[in-house]
């Protein structure tokens, strides 16, 4: 059981989304950086889906009812276990009573909180993600407040071991860190409309600097920059979107969608980030900037290839030392 | 059928079936949803149908991008017969105007009816469900008369109550969530559009009929006390 002793600004529970329900208008939602969700979870003996905490910017103060297995990935938001810094990007065994609180956001804007046997909330439409505006999955439809208690979902043998041993000096084997960067470079395909476009624009997208505007949330990030327009004004017929397009409003401030975006939208995409490159976005502050680099389709899903490659060598290395730990 | 096809990002691809919206138009995209549906492609993950596009969602470890298309344009070039699709045609009860339809009156003055005849006109109709999108269980619904339509509200209000009935341009719809929106209110309606708990989680699906029948209060509140869906199987 996790105790929510402080709220913090916004921590939910999520997983790898909702998927299949989009035709029916249900947004996919899900950890905005799901390589560092996914991590975390592999850490503590997870399935990669298992439902994470995902905290963001003010991290809340958790209290443990009982000895737990956590990791933390992503952001770094200053964690502390009963005030002593706690390294990320391993397991840690966390004793009974303890609390976990964060300080502030060094690097990044979002934590996942993996705990081994996941966060037990129900399954709603095949996923444990909240879903804010319907007030549906998750803790109850919502972000944690004071006095919630989480229950935590049940361990497997061999996480029950890893726990009763309680051999956290054995733990200090840690994944390499994904690194996030201050002013990153995202990779990005142009998009299907990419041609309705004037030329100022298609060139400015690419080569100036935009910054992620404080009108930002998990819904999408809407930029501030050099300010984009169409060649002829065109009414675009709505299509689907998806994590990682780059929309453009009338108002020329381009908006990258993200994990809780709208199912379907109309206005015209000038751009795609690739999808290695979306949890470099997700982990941005607002105020901060980033830079779009052309990438082409085949490059891109090359990319997406090999990471997913690594991930599934991780996972085995971290099998085996789970392995030789219980 | 004369698809083409684009990339929307890596990991999906988009099917566009024609270049504005009609009712051919719209027969294809229900089909080719239909076909999707029961094919199930070992790389697909998932589908959205939209006005004139289907947009299938992919996972690029299983197969890559020409691969997808060329056994997307295979599969639509041969559909073979599982292509028959049956929609209902659903009835939805809504109480107007007072509390509910804050706007049924400017509608009414807009149009130079009266409130009564922009009741009227808007339980006549038979209206299609285009798509779903914008809120779970939205349907963008067609088939609206021009003598009822009205211009967005200036400033949108931040909460329209889940289940409302709006106006906006030429369409109408129904709000299955609390949500922000500048659609003119004219009335709401005891049935819920968007269920969670059911595999199928909305109401109403593209390609479905729509039909609006005029209930009294008193029935809009009894009905708030009984299952909505004893009522609509």
């Keep these: ?267 015209p995409k000038i751009g795609q980030a690739a999808s290695v490159d979306l949890p470099l976005i997700s982990q941005l502050k607002p105020g901060q900037q980033l830079r779009f680099k052309e990438i082409s389709l085949a490059n891109a899903q090359q990319r997406l290839i090999e990471q997913e490659q690594s991930i599934r060598e991780l996972k085995a290395a971290i099998q085996l030392k789970w392995e030789e730990w219980t | 059928m004369n698809p083409s096809f684009s990339p929307l990002g890596d990991q999906a691809i988009v099917i566009e079936l024609g270049n504005d919206i009609n009712a051919h138009t719209e027969q294809l995209v229900r089909k080719v949803s239909a076909l999707l549906e029961s094919r199930q492609p070992e790389w697909m993950i998932e589908f959205i149908p939209a006005f004139v596009t289907v947009t299938v969602f992919y996972n690029p470890c299983v197969a890559l991008y020409e691969n997808v298309q060329m056994e997307l344009a295979e599969l639509l070039m041969h559909p073979g017969d599982d292509l028959a699709v049956e929609f209902s045609t659903v009835e939805i009860p809504v109480c107007y105007g007072g509390e509910f339809g804050p706007d049924l009156e400017f509608v009414a003055q807009h149009n130079g009816l009266t409130p009564r005849e922009v009741i009227d006109i808007h339980t006549a109709g038979t209206y299609s469900v285009n798509m779903i999108g914008f809120a779970p269980g939205f349907p963008f619904l067609s088939g609206m008369s021009e003598q009822i339509s009205a211009p967005r509200r200036d400033s949108p209000r931040l909460r329209i109550p889940e289940r409302t009935v709006g106006i906006a341009g030429m369409q109408t719809g129904v709000y299955p969530i609390e949500t922000p929106g500048g659609w003119q209110l004219i009335g709401r309606t005891p049935l819920r559009l968007f269920r969670p708990e059911n595999e199928i989680p909305s109401l109403l699906r593209a390609g479905d009929k729509v039909i609006f029948r005029e209930i009294s209060e008193e029935d809009y509140h009894t009905w708030g006390g009984e299952d909505p869906d004893a009522e609509n199987p």
């Design chain 1, 1 to 267: 059981m996790l105790k929510i002793r402080k709220s913090g600004l916004q921590t939910t529970v999520q997983d790898l989304g909702r998927t299949g329900f989009q035709k029916y208008g249900v947004i996919a939602s899900g950890a905005m950086d799901p390589i560092a969700h996914r991590l975390a979870n592999l850490l503590v003996g997870n399935e990669e889906q298992a439902a994470t905490l995902e905290i963001t910017l003010m991290g809340p103060v958790i209290e443990f009812a009982e000895d737990a297995n956590i990791a933390l990935c992503g952001g770094d938001l200053e964690p502390e276990i009963d005030g002593v810094a706690v390294k990320m990007w391993r397991m840690l065994t966390v004793a009974k009573g303890s609390t976990l609180t964060f300080g502030e956001p060094r690097i990044g804007a979002r934590c996942y909180l993996a705990i081994a046997g996941g966060i037990d909330v129900p399954l709603v439409m095949g996923s444990r993600s909240t879903y804010l505006r319907a007030g549906i999955g998750g803790f109850q439809g919502r972000a944690l407040e004071k006095g919630d208690l989480l229950a935590v979902g049940q361990m497997t043998p061999q996480q029950q071991k890893a726990l009763q041993q309680n051999t956290e000096n054995e733990f200090d084997w840690l994944v390499p860190p994904v690194r996030y960067f201050d002013e990153p470079v995202i990779r990005m395909m142009t998009g299907r409309q990419f041609d309705v476009f004037d030329a100022d624009s298609k060139k400015r997208i690419f080569n100036e600097a935009f910054a992620v505007s404080s009108n930002s949330d998990r819904m999408g990030y809407r930029l501030e920059g050099p300010r984009l327009s169409l060649e002829t004004p065109a009414e675009l017929i709505s299509e689907a979107v998806a994590f990682g397009s780059v929309q453009v409003p009338a108002d020329g401030n381009p908006i990258v969608l993200l994990a809780d975006r709208q199912t379907t939208g109309g206005y």
